[in-house]
C-alpha cells in the first residue's frame, strides 16, 4: 500500500527533523515539501514507523505493508501544486516496483478511522483518481440504506467500527466537506468505488 499523511508542522525540514529523531518513534519512507522537493528518509526495501494502529482490509500491520508520504501542510490549508505535482511524479514509480494498485493507495485517516483525520479534508483526491493513482467516484444518488453503505465500506476496506466514526472517515476522501446524516451520495459513491484490482494479502 501506499498511506499518505500531512505533516502538520511549520516546513518540510522540521518534519524531516521530527522524523529522523529516535526519540520520537516515528518515520516515513517520503516527505514532499510544499515547493515539490522530495526528501527521502527511509529506503523503501525498510519498514518505516508511519501508519500506527489501523486496518485496511485484512491488513493489520499496515506498516510492514505499506510506504509512507508525509506531505507538508497544516491540515487546514490547500496542497500546493508544486507539492501535489511533485507527489505524482512519484508515485507511478512506487506503485511499478512494489506492484500497488491504485485501490491500495490510501489516506491515514482511512485505515485509522476517528483517530486520524491526514491527509484530510483539502487534499485533491479527485486529482490522483484522474492520474489513475488512487481510486473514487463521483456519483450521486437519493437512495439511503445505510446496511448497503456498511457492506460498501467493508468491501473498499474500511476497519470496523461506529457508523458514525466510519461515515466521516469515508467522506474525508469520497466526498469532501458533506455533513450530517448518512445521504444517497455517499451511498451511491461507496456502490461506486471499484476495489476489484486490489490483491489479497494471503
Not at 506531505?71 to 501544486?81: C, Q
Not at 500497488?100 to 491527509?119: F, Q, T
Amino acid at each position: 500500500m501506499i498511506v499518505l499523511h500531512y505533516t502538520a508542522m511549520l516546513s518540510a525540514e522540521a518534519a524531516c527533523a521530527r522524523l529522523c529523531d529516535p526519540e520520537f518513534e516515528v518515520s516515513a519512507h517520503y516527505v514532499i515539501g510544499r515547493d515539490g522537493t522530495v526528501f527521502q528518509l527511509v529506503n523503501e526495501e525498510t519498514r518505516a514507523w508511519h501508519a500506527g494502529a489501523g486496518q485496511w482490509r485484512d491488513f493489520t500491520d499496515v506498516n510492514s505493508r505499506s510506504i509512507g508520504i508525509e506531505l507538508d501542510n497544516d491540515g487546514f490549508s490547500p496542497f500546493s501544486a508544486p507539492l501535489m505535482d511533485a507527489l505524482e511524479r512519484l508515485m507511478p514509480g512506487i506503485m511499478a516496483r512494489w506492484a500497488i494498485p491504485a485501490a491500495n493507495v490510501i489516506g491515514h485517516s482511512d485505515m485509522a478511522p476517528g483517530r486520524k483525520v491526514d491527509p484530510g479534508p483539502r487534499f485533491d483526491w479527485a486529482r490522483l483518481v484522474r492520474g489513475g493513482f488512487a481510486v473514487g467516484s463521483d456519483a450521486v444518488g437519493d437512495v439511503v440504506d445505510a446496511q448497503a453503505f456498511a457492506a460498501a465500506l467493508d468491501r473498499i476496506g474500511y476497519p470496523p467500527c461506529d457508523p458514525e466514526t466510519r461515515l466521516a472517515a469515508f467522506r474525508l476522501r469520497h466526498n469532501q466537506g458533506a455533513t450530517g446524516p448518512l445521504t444517497g451520495t455517499d451511498c451511491a459513491r461507496a456502490a461506486a468505488v471499484t476495489v476489484n484490482a486490489a490483491p489479497s494479502c494471503a
